[in-house]
T-cell receptor
Framework: RKEVEQDPGPFNVPEGATVAFNCTYSNSASQSFFWYRQDCRKEPKLLMSVYSSGNEDGRFTAQLNRASQYISLLIRDSKLSDSATYLCVVNLSGGGADGLTFGKGTHLIIQP | EPEVTQTPSHQVTQMGQEVILRCVPISNHLYFYWYRQILGQKVEFLVSFYNNEISEKSEIFDDQFSVERPDGSNFTLKIRSTKLEDSAMYFC????????????FGDGTRLSIL
């Protein structure tokens, strides 16, 4: 069965700390990987795509380990506004118009 | 920044009634999608649409569901005879191309079946 697995948390982290999440995916042929964030009762919003070589966007760093089939997200110098649910999202089939498979999300709470 | 827009934001419908959810994808995007999220659960793929036809659909997308692109801008999801378990948040998404391109989501329609 094709799945994306995440630790649901919650992660309670003090402001300014560094926090990391992992996620695993089931299909080794998967080609596209993303992190989205979702605020309560809102739509998923793209945080960043995840590339094979790893990529960084400001305080956020994403990495992909194809051999172990996991993706990570690192948030440095966390802000109160980073509190949200972080969704690991994979195109498991690798096809052109395929739907995305979402993890259940990791709930992050940044505490002042 | 271009957005995916969805209407209505909240739809309340009696069980057994038909409902149509509407979406306007980002204008230069070619791939369109519907997802749903039952309260407290993960986002689930329903259907993808490209070149005026369904490209892929999930097990959830049974004969009660249909999609249509009636003109150059709208993309609709119809549920023919709603059930209580259809109550969920329905998200429309679009992407410029398929595959490795990220999908951009609308702010959703909350569907409540009574």
């Amino acid at each position: 069965r094709k799945e994306v697995e995440q630790d649901p948390g919650p992660f309670n982290v003090p402001e300014g700390a560094t926090v990391a999440f992992n996620c695993t995916y089931s299909n080794s042929a998967s080609q596209s990987f993303f992190w989205y964030r979702q605020d309560c009762r809102k739509e998923p919003k793209l945080l960043m795509s995840v590339y094979s070589s790893g990529n960084e966007d400001g305080r956020f760093t994403a990495q992909l380990n194809r051999a172990s089939q996991y993706i990570s997200l690192l948030i440095r110098d966390s802000k109160l506004s980073d509190s949200a649910t972080y969704l690991c999202v994979v195109n498991l089939s690798g096809g052109g118009a395929d739907g995305l498979t979402f993890g259940k999300g990791t709930h992050l709470i940044i505490q002042p | 920044e271009p957005e995916v827009t969805q209407t209505p934001s909240h739809q309340v419908t009696q069980m057994g009634q038909e409902v149509i959810l509407r979406c306007v994808p980002i204008s230069n995007h070619l791939y369109f999608y519907w997802y749903r999220q039952i309260l407290g659960q993960k986002v689930e793929f329903l259907v993808s649409f490209y070149n005026n036809e369904i490209s892929e659909k999930s097990e959830i997308f049974d004969d009660q569901f249909s999609v249509e692109r009636p003109d150059g801008s709208n993309f609709t999801l119809k549920i023919r005879s709603t059930k209580l378990e259809d109550s969920a948040m329905y998200f429309c998404a679009s992407s410029a191309t398929g595959g490795n391109q990220p999908q951009h989501f609308g702010d959703g329609t909350r569907l409540s079946i009574l």
